[in-house]
């Protein structure tokens, strides 16, 4: 790959014409300015999100004690899945931001669990995302399926974590300890705010860096699969109920698209497929794609994340090919 | 690397970020990349990230520090900040230095194929594109009117006027070739390609990927059950690649 690159530097350098060149010189030429693209118009559409999550981060960092975020949260699995799961409501992530924020909270004594509910819902459930899904399909069934769907499936998940005897289990070691030396000297409370803003931004370009390598590699394979996988084959693929919500989960993984947009993007698939289909990619896109699971790998032991992978696969699967085949009837 | 060290390299790399993003978003190259609608939030992330790498160029520790608390620090901080972590978030800007910037054309046409219905049903009617002039409608307007219309007389025999790229399907004629555009939504990951086909007799000597402007008359034809445009065209010229390839519907 650092060939092709430096490949295309050269011919960009010494400003020669592509048609002189020869053919498979021309053609390794396209695949790298193809890929380059894809690959930059993902990272560029995230980075700002990604930013937004870790500023997000740095604040809970410096403004939240450990003890608001015990006495906030219910002790009731079930409940505390569900409050974890409107958590973006007043924090608006997208799956990018999500999981620096996430993994926050949960140094900061969010349970696992509850940190679980939040990953999932959160770039769903929360107000930006809520107005462009609004934007794009208007108050109809889809708009209030994907809001309800992604609700249960992430309480649900969230719920069945919380039957793990030891939650620490769940997380990789270090993920709660080593943050908390980003501030040494214990109360940040006690400094003047500027210096409080100043240490959140600071603990906020760290983390940039550190999830941003993720979101990079995510980019970069979704641009190689997409640069590979033919998406005119996948979509020949899927008519059925079933097969239909199959292809649109293999595409919202494919694409990597931010769930702040990714109801446009979907929009557009409306007249190729199936109900259950476009409300599959809208509700699972947000929860799992490359970029997020490389992440969850940041914060998760690689168990914990398969099954923070399938779950909500299984659930989505299930209740979009239902709807599919029992909704064909009155309802639309 | 020592903290002072890393932290030099990581306000060099977030202050070069926020200056590609902004530069790209001044000259307009950024739709190359993203929908219009992104520019703001764009341009918001390239003045944080300048003044992120701000802050943290004056985090930077001063070089003599109580050697005791350094390797205290360090030994805090190893895993924090790998090496290969920075030149992975330097990666965009290499590329987007580097390779030269060339919007998505045949090839990638050749292998996502063509999808006319999903941008029909993205966002706008065909009503709007009607009421545009017919020779001032994109090859997306008129796709959008003839997919659209039940009545063939709204459209059959206008003058189109349309640019795109030349691209040749195997199942096309040899006096035949589609103007194609791709149009994006969000970023160049969800493009998709339109075009039209164009009854041309010197279709056969334009090259794939030659940007070219035709004019001609605008019939429909069927294809799975769809209505869509073709022209019968009467000009054909190359044109350079215009400003803005892609089509943002």
Not at chain 1, 132 to 161: D, E, H, K, Q
Request: charged share 15%; with cysteine; proline share 6%.
């Amino acid at each position: 790959m650092t060939l092709l690159f430096v490949l295309a530097a050269l011919v960009n350098t010494a400003g020669l014409a592509v048609g002189s060149l020869p053919r498979w010189m021309a053609a390794g030429l396209d695949w790298v300015s193809a890929f380059t693209a894809v690959f930059l118009g993902i990272f560029i559409e995230a980075a700002p999100f990604l930013l937004l999550g870790t500023i997000g981060s740095g604040v809970v960092e410096v403004f939240i004690q450990h003890e608001d975020v015990v006495r906030w949260i219910p002790k009731r699995p079930l409940l505390g899945a569900l409050v974890g799961s409107l958590i973006g409501m007043f924090f608006p992530v997208c799956e990018c931001g999500v999981v620096p924020f996430t993994r926050r909270l949960m140094s900061k004594g969010l349970p696992p669990a509850v940190g679980v509910a939040t990953l999932l819902a959160a770039p769903v459930l929360n107000p930006i995302v809520i107005a462009s899904t609004l934007a794009a399909f208007g108050p109809g069934l889809v708009f209030w399926c994907r809001l309800g769907l992604s609700l249960v499936v992430a309480v649900l998940t969230g719920w069945l974590f919380s039957l793990v005897k030891n939650p620490a289990e769940l997380l990789r070691p270090g993920v709660i300890a080593p943050l908390q030396i980003s501030i040494p000297d214990a109360p940040a409370q006690r400094l003047p705010l500027m210096e409080r803003v100043r240490k959140a931004l600071v603990i906020s370009a760290d983390e940039f860096f550190e999830m941003g390598r993720y979101l990079i590699l995510g980019a970069m394979l979704a641009a190689a699969m997409q640069t590979f996988i033919h998406q005119s084959t996948l979509l020949r693929v899927g008519q059925g109920p079933v097969l239909s919500v199959l292809v649109m989960l293999a595409l919202a993984v494919l694409l990597s698209i931010c769930s702040t947009v990714d109801a446009f993007v979907a929009l557009s698939f409306t007249g190729t497929f199936t109900i259950g289909a476009i409300l599959s990619f809208l509700v699972f896109g947000p929860m799992v794609d490359i970029k997020s699971t490389l992440m969850f790998l940041r914060v998760f032991k690689p168990r914990a994340v398969a099954f923070l992978v399938l779950l909500p696969l299984g659930m989505i699967l299930v209740a979009t090919s239902l709807l599919n085949i029992f909704g064909r009837g009155g309802l639309f | 690397m020592s903290l002072r060290a890393y932290r030099t390299f990581q306000a060099l790399i977030l202050a070069c970020l926020g200056m590609f993003l902004l530069f790209k978003v001044v000259d307009g190259r950024i739709l190359l990349y993203i929908s219009q609608r992104f520019i703001v939030i764009v341009l918001l992330a390239a003045v944080g990230l300048i003044v992120l790498a701000q802050l943290v160029l004056r985090e930077r520790p001063i070089q003599d520090t109580d050697a005791a608390e350094a390797a205290h620090e360090e030994h805090h901080h190893e895993e924090k900040r790998p090496g290969w972590a920075l030149w992975l978030v330097a990666l965009p800007l290499l590329a987007g230095l580097l390779v030269p910037e060339r919007p998505l054309g045949a090839s990638t046409l050749q292998s996502r194929g063509i999808n006319t219905s999903s941008v029909v049903s993205a966002g706008g009617s065909a009503g709007q594109s009607l009421a545009t002039n017919p020779d001032e409608r994109s090859v997306l307007d008129w796709i959008r009117i003839v997919s659209d219309s039940p009545d063939s007389r709204a459209y059959e025999g206008q003058a189109a006027d349309v640019t795109g790229f030349v691209y040749h399907d195997i199942r096309f004629r040899k006096d035949q070739f589609l103007v194609g555009r791709f149009a994006i939504t969000c970023c160049v990951a969800d493009a998709v390609a339109l075009g039209m086909v164009v009854d041309w007799p010197e279709a056969a000597g334009l090259p794939d990927n030659t940007w070219v402007r035709v004019r001609g008359q605008v019939h429909s034809y069927a294809m799975d059950g769809k209505n869509l445009p073709s022209v019968q065209a009467q000009a054909v010229e190359t044109i350079p690649q215009p400003e803005q390839p892609y089509l943002f519907p």
